[in-house]
């Protein structure tokens, strides 16, 4: 399922999967270089090199969250009802 994000401050929309990432699974840490991800990308690159794919099968459980979490911390905000109600139900934000 994706949800849409929206920057208050520059208007800029994020569109993201909420949930388990196959993307990662399949191609490790090149995701989150495409995002502009560069904190997670390091991460799992480093991990990459000590793990033999062991990372991959981790971070693609919990990838898409994590950059969900950083993408509220910096501000963003659901860009429609729907995001906002499959973050509340996921527990990312808190019901108002």
Known sequence: MKISLTNP????????KVGFSWTTLFFAFIPALFRG??????VQLVCAAFSLDLSSLIFAFIYNKLYINDL???GYTPAD????????????ITPN
């Open 37 to 42: 991800d560069f904190k997670w990308f390091f």
């Open 72 to 74: 509220l911390e910096k």
């Open 9 to 16: 401050y520059t208007n800029q929309i994020k569109h993201t």
């Open 81 to 92: 009802k729907y995001s906002a109600k499959v973050l509340r139900s996921r527990g990312f």
